[in-house]
C-alpha cells in the first residue's frame, strides 16, 4: 500500500518508470469500474448466457487459463482492451519490445484495494490491473536462459533484453477519492515498476535478486484483493479465475 500511495500521489522516488498519460474513463466504464470496487468479481463476467465454456487458452499442450472462461462485460470490455494497448504503447515509448502474443502480454490480474485516509490526504477506492511482459521468453532469450517454462514456451520468439526484463512489471490503476461525492473522472494512471529497486523486489514471489535468471514477477495479492485474471488474446477480452466476492 505504501508503493501504491507514493505512486497515486506522483511520487514514485525510483520505484517505477511514468507509461503514457491516459485520457478521460468514458462514463460508462467508470460506473463500472466503480461497482466492480463495490461488488468484486460478479460485475466484470457477463451475463449466465454470455458466459464462454472451456477451450479458450488451448494451444496444444499449453493451456494460458485454467477453469470456466467468461467474457467480460460490455461497459468494461473495450476499456480493459485500451488498457493492454496502453502497456504496449508506454513500454514502446521507453524503448522496450513488448507485444501482445500469447508468449509476451496476454493477460493481467485485477485487484482492488482502498488507501486509508493520512494527515492531509483523504481515502482512495482504486482499481489496478498488474500485467506481466515477457511472460514465456525463448529458450534462447539473454533471460531465463536454459530454464524449462514448460509447454507454453514452445514456438516462443519473445527475447526481451536484461533491461526489458527489470520492468516487465506493469501497473495500471483507476482511483477516486471516497470521501466526497465528486462526479469528476476518476484518475488512472501507467507505471512500468522498477525489479531492481527495494520496494518492488519486495513484492516478487520469490526472494530471489534481480537478474538473468531471476523470474521477477510481482504478486498482485501484495497490492489488494485478487478479484480476477483477464486475458487478451487474438483479440477477444475474456476472464477467468473469479475470486469470491
Known sequence: LDLLRALTSGDDDNTALPGLPLGNIAPRASA????????????????????????????????IANGNIHGVCRDLEEHFAGTFNAVVDSMASHGFSTKMSRHDLFHGHVFQTELPEEVGVEALGLIGILFHCYEYPAADAEVMTGINLGHCQSGSNCRPTIREWRYRNVLWSVWWGRGSTEKLPPLQAIWLLDGCSPEV??????????????????WEGHFGRSICNIYNVSDAMWCAHLAAS
Not at 201 to 218: A, I, K, Y
Open 201 to 218: 523486489s519486495e513484492l516478487r514471489m520469490d526472494d530471489s535478486s534481480f537478474g538473468p535468471d531471476c523470474p521477477n514477477t510481482v
Open 32 to 63: 463500472a469500474l466503480k461497482q466492480t470496487w463495490e461488488q468484486g468479481a460478479k460485475h466484470i463476467p457477463r451475463p449466465a448466457e454470455d458466459i464462454k465454456g472451456n477451450g479458450l487458452g488451448q494451444y496444444g499442450k499449453c493451456a
